[in-house]
């Protein structure tokens, strides 16, 4: 399902995560736990290093949990 308002707010919060370097655990649909810090994203992946580097599919997060609040735009996540 689309965005009608066209407001995005995956990108401002991935963004800044990444910016920040702030430590996130991201859920799997699977129910795996992933620890790290997340290095790049596009519209289809993102890399999250910790050890090592990985490449997550988005299609298959459940959810991105970051280990601080997070500001975006103004706004206290």
Same mark, same amino acid.
């Given at each position: 399902?689309?965005?009608p308002s066209g407001h995005n707010?995956?990108?401002?919060f991935l963004n800044t995560v990444r910016?920040?370097?702030v430590p996130v655990t991201i859920f799997l649909i699977n129910g795996?736990?992933?620890q790290g810090v997340i +290095?790049?994203?596009?519209n289809y992946c993102? +890399?999250?290093k910790n050890n090592v580097t990985q490449l997550v599919f988005k299609h298959?997060?459940? +959810?991105?949990?970051p280990s601080r609040n997070i500001e975006i735009g103004g706004e206290s996540e």
């Open positions: 399902m689309g965005n707010v995956q990108d401002p910016r920040d370097r795996i736990k992933l +290095t790049a994203f596009d993102l +890399t999250l298959a997060i459940s +959810t991105v949990m």
